[in-house]
């Protein structure tokens, strides 16, 4: 089936008031013609600003982390609960800085993927491998594994409302891009094992996105392959001249 295609910014530690209104500036004209769907991420500090600013517009606003508890003593976390409530519609999870940087594990993820969905906003879980575990040769593994335990056993509306993000961690701000090909291999393998965790409806239904050092160069040929339904981009999703163009290869 044709799915839709979904490009997603992740603007993780930066931005600024002022870009919020230069990248709606340079966003609306072409939100008049493409059919795709964007999403942009900003710091929660920007969340509001954005959201009033975007009202009416074809631009979804997410955050980049949530915890799982929807309150208590978790000094500088943010609820799902005031997620919902400031209008945030998908949210950022499992992303490699996070695993890394901050020691996320899975089951982690899962509890905030659930918390998502209990509040009525999307998840875009973010798996991925290694340059080691790639060289070794148990990226597939490695990658099925963090698939399952994202989603396996959530009812399949609710991994029907979820997002994968495929984002090898070798290619996240290194410059260091999967070939086409191997991104387009390495979809087709998540989608197969969602056959099997989900159901065969899910997998053809379910966007994946393709993200590590997606540029304004090298969006055209990554989204013209056939199991890559978009992309969640870093560094270039802060660039007024780029993101655009980003867009218009996911229309």
Known sequence: MMRAKLIAA???????????????????????ETVCEVVVCPPDVLLSSMINSFEGKRIAVGAQNVHSETSGAFTGETSAPLL?????????VGHSERRMLFGETDEFIRSKTETLLKHGIRPILCIGETLE?????????????QLGKGLSGLAAEDQLRCVVAYEPIWAIGTGKTASPEQANSMHKIIRKELESLASPEV???????????VNAENADTLLSQ??????????????????????????
């Open 84 to 92: 919902q409530e400031c209008g945030v519609q998908w949210c950022i």
């Open 133 to 145: 575990q790639r060289e070794s040769g148990n990226h597939e593994e490695v990658v099925v594994s």
């Open 10 to 32: 992740n603007w993780k530690m930066n931005g600024s008031f002022a870009l919020i209104d230069e990248m709606l500036k340079v966003l609306s004209p072409l939100l008049e």
């Open 203 to 213: 997998a053809d239904k379910m966007q994946i996105l393709y993200g590590g050092s």
């Open 226 to 251: 056939a199991e890559i339904d978009g992309a969640l981009v870093g560094g270039a999703s802060l660039k007024t001249d780029a993101f655009p163009q980003i867009v218009a290869a996911g229309s």
